[in-house]
């Protein structure tokens, strides 16, 4: 089946720190991926996304490039900030499932 | 203006009671979820219907029952509440069905925390 493996958390960086959170991909056919974010007490929002191979997504200074040859989508930050505290979910989707995977989260701490 | 919108926020309730979550959205969407998220903030997809059909169906007990009275509601209501159902429970939305729906992204409300002691 469809599955995603998120590098394990927490996270805990210093403001400025450049910030990685690794994902790999496994699908039944041809997916597209996504980045969310879910803020303290709140619910998840979509951080980014790119629909084939080679295609980078970008948002508030993030992105990730989907990269069929190794099934990644690695997400990026050059410079993180406390507010980008929280956690990020790596997921898929693949043509003609109606379900979005998740993988299981990882937590982003910033400190000042 | 809320796109997805949840109610309760919070729900606490006793073991062996029977309760409902419902979920509204405005954007138009023909396909809603529920996901249930546990303590580890895990998310697991439980339930989905397009245009009032259930589409997907998880393994679910069937005391979980999702009803759709049109395609802008989605609400989900729970039979005789355990312990193990407490969880962070979201109603998600999204595009289309079929060719293209891979492309589009779910739209999740804010949760609803449910608290079963």
């Known amino acids: 089946g469809d599955s995603v493996t998120q590098m394990e958390g927490p996270v805990t960086l210093s403001e400025e720190a450049f910030l990685t959170i690794n994902c790999t991909y496994t699908?039944?056919?041809?997916?597209?991926l996504f980045w969310y974010v879910q803020y303290p007490g709140e619910g998840l929002q979509l951080l980014l996304k790119?629909?084939?191979?080679?295609d980078k997504g970008s948002n508030k200074g993030f992105e990730a490039t989907y990269r069929k040859e190794t099934t990644s989508f690695h997400l990026e930050k050059g410079s993180v900030q406390v507010s980008d505290s929280a956690v990020y979910f790596c997921a898929l989707r693949v043509f003609g499932n109606e379900k979005l995977t998740f993988g299981t989260g990882t937590r982003l701490t910033i400190i000042p | 203006d809320t796109a997805v919108s949840q109610t309760p926020k919070y729900l606490v309730t006793q073991m062996g009671n029977d309760k409902s979550i419902k979920c509204e959205q405005n954007l138009g969407h023909d396909t809603m979820y529920w996901y249930k998220q546990d303590s580890k903030k895990f998310l697991k997809i439980m339930f989905s219907y397009n245009n009032k059909e259930l589409i997907i169906n998880e393994t679910v007990p069937n005391r979980f029952s999702p009803k759709s009275p049109d395609k802008a509601h989605l609400n989900l209501h729970i039979n005789s509440l355990e312990l193990g159902d407490s969880a962070v429970y979201f109603c998600?939305?999204?595009?289309?069905?079929?060719?293209?729906?891979?492309?589009?992204?779910?739209?999740f409300g804010n949760g609803t925390r449910l608290t079963v002691t």
């Open positions: 790119a629909t084939k191979a080679d």
């Open positions: 699908a039944t056919g041809y997916p597209s």
């Open positions: 998600a939305s999204s595009h289309y069905r079929g060719y293209g729906s891979y492309n589009s992204p779910l739209h």
